[in-house]
């Protein structure tokens, strides 16, 4: 029952340093923040109004139209990739020092294991 019990507790304390895990990567980049969330409405409305623009008022030519909105839809696609390398950067940070502390304690838990063993060698 206690075993239990501790591996509950283990479990919740495990789901809450993931779900702060997961709002720290989403700060970084790694969900739709609100910044984000701007820089895209604003270059598909920028898109949008030069097609506009171009194709029905004929305000500029079709053809400067159709090449300035695929400029800015470049635009979007590498800050989209910057975003992503932001977060896959900060994920690989964390895991990077979360291995770095497995093998800190894999170390002292052979150490430990050996002097286990010469101290039961001693008292036999």
């Given at each position: 029952m206690r075993g239990e019990e501790q591996l509950r507790e283990e479990l919740q304390e495990f789901q809450k340093e993931?779900?702060?895990i997961r709002n720290i990567v989403g700060q970084i980049g790694g969900s739709n923040n609100k910044q984000n969330k701007i820089v895209n409405t604003l270059l598909i409305v920028i898109i949008v109004a030069l097609l506009?623009?171009?194709g029905v008022f004929n305000r500029i030519t079709p053809s400067l139209a159709v090449q300035v909105a695929i400029l800015f839809g470049?635009?979007?696609l590498i800050w989209?990739?910057?975003e992503s390398q932001r977060a896959s950067h900060f994920q690989?940070?964390?895991l990077n020092s979360l291995e770095?502390?497995?093998n800190?304690?894999?170390k002292k838990t052979k150490k430990l294991e050996k002097d286990l063993e010469l101290?039961?060698?001693t008292k036999e």
């Open positions: 993931k779900e702060r506009v623009l171009g470049v635009i979007k989209m990739f910057y690989f940070w964390i770095f502390r497995i800190e304690i894999y101290l039961n060698k």
